[in-house]
């Protein structure tokens, strides 16, 4: 548990209520403070790159030229670093799983070679009639495009928020620090990765897994299940913030949705045309009434904080 010198007024953390709530329960009853759950945040703000290396943006037309959810993207950290051994295997299993793939290789990060003169002449060229190796990526960039179907990382936890909320599954290979828990995290109980042991047949089937197995598929899914559930916690907070009358009788069936679906592009368009979300002589089911049935934490602290029970 972080002990600051100074005693907090309130924690801001860079996570989401329903995916930590028995950890951030531990961290109110510590700290005994408010804690405000306000991520993930590089969907909230832009976020530079942390690394000091230029992004290859040459990456993304070729992603433009791959099938949808068919490409393994590998990004071990700004910091790693590992052994020739390890790299080579990675190599290998990469190539051996016959999928397409964009490797990401920081100059020095394998120990004793520049960038990637570790590989055998005859395994590059095989590398190079599906995959591609680039010094960095712009990641952001790269988890959001379709044609990525899995990431393998250190798990960090940006890189795990990124590709959580992107709906691409992940192979963990954690090194340090945080990285073993959120790998845990990512692979036990959201069930969205696969811990990954580095041997070539391991590595091979680890990657078809998460790209053409069923496994994937049910990764996706629960990726996209994150996706939606922060979706209403968007829409919850954007109607509060329009000044949403949480006690109307009605209210738009339309606006209903929104909140129903998470539909938070649909509600920035209700708010920039002008239309009052407390429209009234719909459906009975108002935005609060719905975003209470599918228990956001968000929707309980506006109950809290404007003293409505809903019945």
Not at 167 to 185: A, H, I, T, W
Not at 283 to 291: E, F, G, S, V
Request: contains cysteine; charged residues 20%.
């Amino acid at each position: 548990m972080i002990v600051p010198k100074t005693p907090p007024s309130a924690i801001l953390w860079n996570t989401l209520e329903f995916l930590e709530p028995s950890a951030l329960t531990q961290i109110r009853d510590h700290y005994q403070v408010p804690i405000f759950t306000v991520g993930p945040l590089h969907k909230i703000i832009p976020t530079p790159s942390t690394s000091f290396l230029e992004e290859d943006t040459s990456c993304i037309p070729w992603l433009d030229k791959q099938a949808p959810r068919s490409v393994i993207y590998v990004s071990l950290g700004s910091i790693a670093n590992v052994d020739e051994k390890v790299s080579t295997e990675i190599a290998w299993g990469l190539a051996n799983s016959k999928q397409p793939f964009l490797w990401v290789v920081r100059p020095g990060s394998v120990r004793g070679f520049e960038w990637i003169e570790f590989l055998p002449e005859g395994l590059v060229s095989e590398m190079k009639v599906r995959g591609l190796i680039v010094k960095w990526a712009p990641q952001k960039e790269v988890l959001a495009h379709s044609a990525v179907g899995g990431f393998w990382s250190h798990c960090g936890w940006n890189s795990a928020l990124e590709s959580m909320f992107e709906g691409v599954p992940m192979l963990c290979q954690p090194f340090e620090l945080d990285q073993k828990v959120n790998s845990r995290y990512l692979s036990y109980v959201w069930k969205m990765g696969v811990e990954v042991v580095v041997e070539r047949g391991e590595i091979e089937g680890a990657i078809r897994r998460v790209l053409v197995g069923k496994e994937g598929e049910e990764m996706k899914q629960r990726a996209m299940e994150i996706q939606e559930k922060n979706g209403h916690d968007m829409v919850v907070s954007m109607l509060v913030e329009a000044g949403a009358f949480l006690d109307m009788a009605n209210a738009r069936n339309r606006l209903c949705m929104a909140v129903a679906k998470g539909d938070v592009e649909f509600f920035k368009r209700v708010l920039d045309n002008g239309i009052n979300p407390n429209s009234r002589n719909y459906d009975l089911r108002t935005p609060p009434h719905i975003a209470a049935t599918e228990g956001l934490y968000s929707m309980a602290k506006v109950f809290y904080c404007f003293k409505i029970l809903v019945l």
